[in-house]
């Protein structure tokens, strides 16, 4: 993952990316362009630029960025013993859809 250009305000590069992540979802990568991803972000051209140099590395970056955050999400609540397994795979088809669905239909459109 290409980390967010030092001397940058964290979190805010992390919303940043969340919403980018979300318009790409939303409009697929060919639909999205960096006219979208300012409109959807509410800033200009110049503070993408300044946050993450390309599209291209927007794309990247999102991406870790929130299938990190969907894997946290899954591993939160993955089974402490062999009895809560049941639960587990009762439970995380549905929370997955519900939480991630977009972005694993996202993800799954690069196959």
Known sequence: MIPIKPNRNEERGFRLLEVCFDTFCENGLENTSMEKLEEACGVTNAALVYYFGTKDNIVIEST???????????????????????????????LTAKLHGAKYRFILNFN
């Open 64 to 94: 870790a960025h929130c299938m990190a955050k969907v894997e946290d999400d899954f591993m939160e609540k993955a089974p402490r013993s062999f009895e809560d397994i049941e639960r587990f795979l009762r439970e995380m088809p549905c």
